[in-house]
Nanobody
């Protein structure tokens, strides 16, 4: 059974840091590109950061320099370290796994709420 389970969300103040984790199971984690997405109320889901199966990373302009994505293939876990958080970072954060074999295979987690408010 494929699972992506996010954890680490919560309520923080502007300027604080928060780390998210996404634990994967049920598929060959090391073969998948992993990413974090977020969705704020009334907005479309947007890509935040990506780490490829080879370890290359990419970030949305809005989080570049503040967020860091990483992965641990041995633990089958992807992380998102968020620093200097802003109120506009408030959203539900989702973990995603994608691979391209004969077809595109795509998995989503259930999401974890991050709220940045004073």
């Amino acid at each position: 059974q494929v699972q992506l389970v996010e954890s680490g969300g919560g309520l923080v103040q502007p300027g604080d840091s928060l780390g998210l984790s996404c634990a994967a199971s049920g598929f060959s984690f090391s073969l998948y590109h992993m990413s974090w997405h977020r969705q704020a109320p009334g907005n479309q889901r947007e890509l935040v950061a990506t780490v490829t199966k080879g370890g290359s990373t990419n970030y949305a302009d809005s989080v570049k320099g503040r967020f860091t994505i990483s992965r641990d293939n041995a633990k089958k876990t992807v992380y998102l370290q968020m620093n200097s958080l802003k109120p506009e970072d408030t959203a539900v954060y989702f973990c995603n796994a994608v691979a391209y074999f004969n077809t595109r295979i795509n998995y989503w987690g259930q999401g974890t709420q991050v709220t940045v408010s004073s």
